[in-house]
C-alpha cells in the first residue's frame, strides 16, 4: 500500500507558475505508474498528466502539452508537476494517483486504473 500527500498548491496570476509534489509513503515506489488529475468546480475530474513506472514515458492531455511537466524522483519517492503559463481554466484541485505495475499498453489517462489516490491540493489562477 503507498499513502499519497499532495502540496505546492496556492494562488497564482496567469502567466505564473507552480510546481506541485507528491510524496508517497510506503513500498516500492519506483514501481508505480503515477499520474496526475484535476477537478474543476462543477466539473468532473480529468486527466492532466502520467508517467510510467518503467522508461519514464510521460503523457498528457493536449489542453496542458507545452506548459505542464511531469516528473519522478524515484529516490524521494515524490512525483513533480511543473506548471507553466497558468491559466484561469487550470483552476482546479489537482490530485496525484499511484498504479501498481501496470502492464504494457495500459492506458494511464483512466482514472480507473490507479489504485491510490491523495487528498488533493487547490491551484487557483487570477486573471
Known amino acids: 500500500q503507498v499513502q499519497l500527500v499532495e502540496s505546492g498548491g496556492g494562488l497564482v496570476q496567469a502567466g505564473g507558475s507552480l510546481r506541485l509534489s507528491c510524496a508517497a509513503s510506503?513500498?516500492?515506489?519506483?514501481?508505480?505508474?503515477m499520474g496526475w488529475f484535476r477537478q474543476a468546480p462543477g466539473k468532473e475530474r480529468e486527466f492532466v498528466a502520467a508517467?510510467?513506472?518503467?522508461?519514464?514515458?510521460?503523457y498528457y492531455t493536449d489542453s496542458i502539452k507545452g506548459r505542464f511537466t511531469i516528473s519522478r524522483d524515484n529516490a524521494k519517492t515524490t512525483v513533480y508537476l511543473q506548471m507553466n503559463s497558468l491559466k484561469s481554466e487550470d483552476t482546479a484541485v489537482y490530485y496525484c494517483?499511484?498504479?501498481?505495475?501496470?502492464?504494457?499498453?495500459?492506458?494511464?489517462?483512466?482514472?480507473?486504473?490507479?489504485?491510490?489516490w491523495g487528498q488533493g491540493t487547490q491551484v487557483t489562477v487570477s486573471s
Open positions: 494517483a499511484a498504479d501498481w505495475r501496470p502492464a504494457a499498453g495500459t492506458n494511464l489517462r483512466m482514472q480507473s486504473e490507479y489504485d491510490y
Open positions: 508517467i510510467s513506472w518503467i522508461g519514464g514515458y510521460r
Open positions: 510506503g513500498r516500492a515506489f519506483s514501481s508505480y505508474a
